[in-house]
């Protein structure tokens, strides 16, 4: 397996994340984890240390950037403030932009001690999302980020149809986690659209090919415009990225990001989060 493949499969499958939910997984080692990738410990332990450190070196290289920082100390979080990031495998992953997003804070504004949660798990659709919903509820955060919607429009095999959650269902589960946020919490959200794939480069990718996954961008279009209605202030990936986005954004998968796909993500967010008050 090359390593490219082997980060892929951290990237991805994700194991630390998607079994969280199962009685006991807590209990579950790194050499579960890697057995279950096909993996050696020390392979997948050290891959995952390198992918972690990665993503704090882009959090640094990011800060040294002209106007981040001031972007970070006008984002509306007082001190102690719970951020939950909601989403599923572009907001789980090791690299991901909340990861890059809490590096950021940690080292900007140390002293006004703000959390950011990761809530994600890769595959999600917005129907699963509803069922994790009491999850975040429970911790009564101050900012929700959701990040939905991606995985509702994926589609299997190649002469498929029919997405995962028809279109209508998808728009009655966006704003029944919207209501549920405002009714059940007092936290603020910050709504990102799904944004383009590549479409063939999903269709070649061998390890997508091999669960049959296929998405239209059209399908991804008309859910993004669901979530701008939803909240006017969204951050439009969708618009931004390209449809689809530029080869060096994205993994070879054509769907998941690479890591300037990643800092790129975490600009768009600072930039529309630090204009609301």
Known sequence: MSNEQIRWLLKVLQPERTLAFFPGAAGLSQEVHAALLGLPLEIYAGELLRLRAEAKQAAAELLEEAGVAALLDQLPLRKAAKVVAFGDSLTSEPQAWAVILSELLAARRPKDEISLTISAVGGETTTHALIRMGQIVAQQPDWILFFLGTNDCRTQGPQAS??????????????????????????????????????????????????????????????????????EGAVDLFSSLGAPPSTDLLLADGLHFSLAGQKRIVREVLSHWSKLR
């Open 162 to 231: 029919k997405t995962l959650v028809h279109h209508e269902e998808s728009a009655r589960n966006l704003a029944e986690l919207q209501r549920r946020a405002s009714v059940e919490t007092k936290a603020r959200c910050l709504w990102l659209t799904p944004p383009a794939v590549d479409e063939s480069r999903v269709a070649e990718h061998s390890g997508l090919a091999r669960f049959g996954v296929r998405f239209r961008n059209a399908d991804l279009a008309r859910v993004a415009k669901m979530v701008r209605e939803l909240d």
